[in-house]
């Protein structure tokens, strides 16, 4: 690539800036002429974790300070109103402009505002990151959205985002994606630390150690899964990090902590009886009211027809999450690379053909769903 007088935008939340973030900014500074990093406003609804605008500049200017040719814009920051691209663009319009995003944002790309004015003025600079697999709908988009003004970089994005900051935060890891010294930053501040009342609620439930294992990596498998589905991140998390607090309660115990099932589950074989009792635990003791991540939880074990996009990721995550290794999850992973309805109905027809033993009626009943209504 010609590398003369080329800019490049590298825009994001920078909440906080990972261990990927930093590399794909030093891969950036060998191949333009000058790099913008540019962190983005957070709507203050959004903000969960306390960490300020001062805050994550910080953590940026630290981390970047060794990177030659590379500034950090506060221009996103200090404007009013909403940050848009195309606004941001239009202000640093220059001649051989480039923009560069993760693979895992072109799921949303449509979404932009005025892609028209975007594709006038830089070229989009796609960065192929892990888990995020530029498949034939995605490359579609990207065509379609840039009208062909786009590149793909000829390196790869290092792995973790800062969704699953929050996740290695609450396994007590935080360098996971993280540099050691902006690790030590966000430790000393207490930020990111919205689950770490997981561990609590583990402990309170039994967990064992396996099962907690489970569960982290099931969600930072749902991360990935979700941003790929454009699915709510965070309802991933929660459903994911909770999916299995069932698993070593008993009905009576549940009843003893003031749980009501109505009956439903007398009859239920144990194996679908632990998501049964997990939702009605998120619901009647945790607290959580939002419905469709207690109906995920309902649902992770046997899948069932039309379910929610939600729900699909909660399932297809446990299934498939790097610490399963059982006879077939080569092949169920393989499909989920395609797309995930085509992971979904892999891992639907593993469990009505391939495991043995007693089919859940739900799960026949959604595999036959999902063999006539792949894709809904
Ligand atoms: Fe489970």
Redesign the pocket.
């Known amino acids: 690539m010609n590398t003369t007088n080329k800019t490049v935008i590298f825009g994001g939340s920078f909440d906080p800036v990972t261990a990927a973030h930093i590399g794909i900014t030093e891969r950036l500074a060998e191949r333009f002429d000058r790099v913008i990093v540019m962190p983005c406003k957070i709507s203050p609804f959004k903000t969960r974790t306390g960490a300020t605008a001062e805050m994550r500049l910080e953590m940026l200017s630290t981390a970047l300070k060794h990177v030659p040719s590379v500034e950090v814009s506060t221009y996103e920051l200090e404007s009013k109103g909403t940050n848009y691209t195309y606004l941001t663009l239009e202000r640093f319009a220059c001649e051989n402009l480039y923009f560069a995003v993760g693979s895992e944002m072109i799921a949303e790309l449509d979404k932009w505002k005025r892609t028209d004015i975007i594709r006038s003025l830089a070229t989009l600079y796609v960065v192929p990151r892990p888990s995020y697999p530029l498949d034939r709908t995605l490359t579609e988009k990207l065509r379609r959205v840039t009208g062909g003004r786009y590149e793909i970089a000829d390196f790869t994005g290092g792995d973790g985002s800062s969704s699953e900051v929050r996740i290695s935060v609450a396994m007590e890891k935080p360098d996971m994606f993280l540099t050691p010294g902006i690790a030590a930053y966000i430790t000393e501040k207490g930020l990111y630390g919205e689950y770490a009342y997981v561990r609590g609620v583990y402990a309170r439930f039994g967990m064992k150690q396996s099962r907690i294992d489970h569960s982290f990596s099931a969600a930072l498998c749902g991360v990935k899964l979700a941003k790929r589905a454009c699915v709510d991140v965070a309802k991933a998390t929660t459903a994911l990090l909770l ?2 607090v069932g ?1 070593y309660v008993t009905k009576e115990q549940a009843e003893a902590m003031g749980v009501n099932f109505d009956g439903r589950i007398d009859g239920m074989p144990l194996p679908v009886r ?2 049964e009792i997990g939702a009605e635990i998120l619901a009647q003791i945790l607290g959580i009211t939002d419905a469709e991540i207690i109906e995920a939880v309902r649902w ?2 046997t899948g069932r027809p039309r379910m929610t996009p939600l729900e699909k990721i909660v399932y297809l995550a ?1 299934y498939i999450e790097p610490l399963r290794n059982f006879d077939g999850v080569g092949r169920i992973r393989a499909a989920t690379e395609k797309s995930i309805d085509d992971g979904l109905k892999a891992a639907l027809e593993n469990s009505v053909w391939y495991i043995g033993g007693d089919i859940y009626p739900a799960t026949l009943e959604a595999y036959e769903y999902y063999c006539k209504h792949q894709g809904e």
Request: aromatic content about 0%.
């Open positions: 999916h299995d698993k632990h998501a992770h074990t446990d």
